[in-house]
């Protein structure tokens, strides 16, 4: 039987499909949704939606609809456009409010940005200036929107950033892991080391008492043949006194008395001396600064990190253009020399005033630059590599052969040693910058930062960093090395860690920094000069066609470069070449 005022629940028809009377009867569209179907008295324009009486007085009272525009019986359509028929189709909501489990996400607030559910809506987001959309009216744009693609597009991007990071991630781990294998071999190469030096000491302990063991058993051996021969001795004076007193022979007994009472005294003598002998027991002590090491010792040793992060690469630096021409040679051949000259390092204490080391003939000259000759010459007892300017009169250089530096005073165009200082090494580069010396050694391949007073301060060394590093260059920011058989210029800073390498070289050799802070290095196999950046980003040839360009110097106030040449050739290697490089 029929309610009164209640329709029998019918199917919605689209409006090309009404034909009855009753088909043309409008309903109340939320109540369709969820039970009896009642007649239409409203339309609100904001909805899209035909509302009941209950539904119309709802929603005027409703924070979100209050506001919106409502048509009454006589006022609204009474055809359902099919834009309106989609809210008529059943709610497909799913996912749960995270907030409140047991209610449905079905709004979504655009000043928020936030998706909620009615009780997110009718607690927090009641504001007028809040602006809550029922989901299902907004859905259909997002279609193919805009917005879709470009989610869509962020997604993808995010997803290749994400496969190219682990990439990154997985080349970083990989150099990680295969810098720790060296730290293990030079963990091993170490304890070797160790192990090496404690067997030296223990044969010298072992050679000490080998030797206090053959003189106690050379004493013994002595004693046990004196005490032999006294007794010897002493029964066979004994047999013969007896054997006289008994066939009465009294002139010979006399005298075999008197051989005995000298023999008596003699042996008593030997006895006594014998028993003079200080013979020692024996104990170990360990050294106490060893015991006292090992006590102390918490670990063998300690890792170096150096930062394998991706980093933004820094911007390249363009290297300005130079005007370049020759200014001329300087002869440093002299009388004293024996030999063809080999200038293989080379330091300005002044503009006018250059310090050269002559490796064959064993010397250290004095070049005036304004004259363009030799003035002073000192004579070595060994070959020195190197040379770095300390102060405007003084200048060190490293003598590989006795692992010494040495330290030259420069005045009135004579040369005099001072003091040396004893290195760890066969000390071949030097650099001298804020009263550090840094040094480069070849085997084994280090760097090592030293005070003035020879205190090592940092050490720098591992295969994955250096294998011939020959020459160093300083400035207040970074340290500069150049390794030949790398064929790298390396960059460090004053705390030892790597932080550029520029690997454009074939044979690096000489180096030398502008005032501009870029680095000019000899390539002494491509036989041209290279000018690289300061950050090692970038460099370029500055002169090219030389004739294996070996020691380097730079003057900032003259704008000079200064270099020598290595052919074994005296027309080459007993002249500086002179560039002016503007």
Known sequence: MAVPGKKVHKTFSSPSTMGSDEDHQVYCQPCD????????????????????????????????????????????PEIISSASIHPCQLDNFTKPCPRHIKEMIKFYCQNHKALLCSVCVTLEHTGTSCNVNYIPNISDKVINSKELQDILKAMNTINEQCHKKSEDVMKIIAKSNSSLTYVLSDIKKFRKEINQRLDELERHAEDAANAILQENNKNLKTVQTTFNDVTKSLKTSSDAIEHLNTSKEADKLYMELKYAERMIKDYETRVHHLEAYDVKKYTFKPNKAISTL???????????????????????????????????????????????????????????????????????????????????????????????????????????????????????????????????????????????????????????????????????????????????????NSIYVSDWEMQTITRLNWQGEVIGSYGGMTRPRGITLSDDGTVFVCDRKRNDIEEIAGDCSTGKVVLRDLNEPFAVCRCAETSKLYFSCHTWKDKHDNKLQVFKLS
């Open 33 to 76: 949704r969820d039970g009896p179907r009642l007649p239409a008295h409203g339309y609100c324009k904001d909805c899209r939606e035909h509302l009941c009486d209950t539904c119309v007085a709802a929603h005027k009272k409703h924070t979100l609809s209050r506001h919106h525009t409502l048509l009454d019986k006589n006022s609204m």
């Open 294 to 476: 090992l006590n102390n010792l918490r670990s063998v040793g300690t890792f170096t990190e150096n930062s394998l992060k991706q980093q933004s690469p820094p911007p390249a630096v363009d290297l300005k253009s130079r005007q370049t021409s020759q200014e001329g040679k300087i002869c440093v051949e002299t009388s004293k020399d024996k030999d063809i000259c080999r200038i293989i390092g080379m330091t300005l204490l002044t503009p006018d005033l250059l310090i050269i080391t002559d490796c064959n003939n064993d010397a250290v000259k004095m070049v005036d630059t304004c004259s363009q000759s030799v003035t002073a010459q000192l004579k070595l007892d060994t070959w020195p590599q190197d040379v770095s300017s300390v102060t405007r009169t003084e200048c060190s250089v490293t003598l590989p052969g006795k692992q010494n530096i040495l330290f030259i005073s420069v005045s009135s165009n004579k040369l005099k040693k001072k003091q040396t200082l004893k290195v760890d090494g066969d000390c071949y580069g030097i650099s001298c910058c804020q009263g550090k010396l840094v040094l480069s050694f070849y085997d084994p391949a280090k760097l090592q930062i030293l005070d003035t007073n020879g205190t090592v301060l940092t050490t720098v060394r591992g295969e994955n960093i250096f294998s011939r590093p020959g020459y160093v260059t300083t400035n207040t």
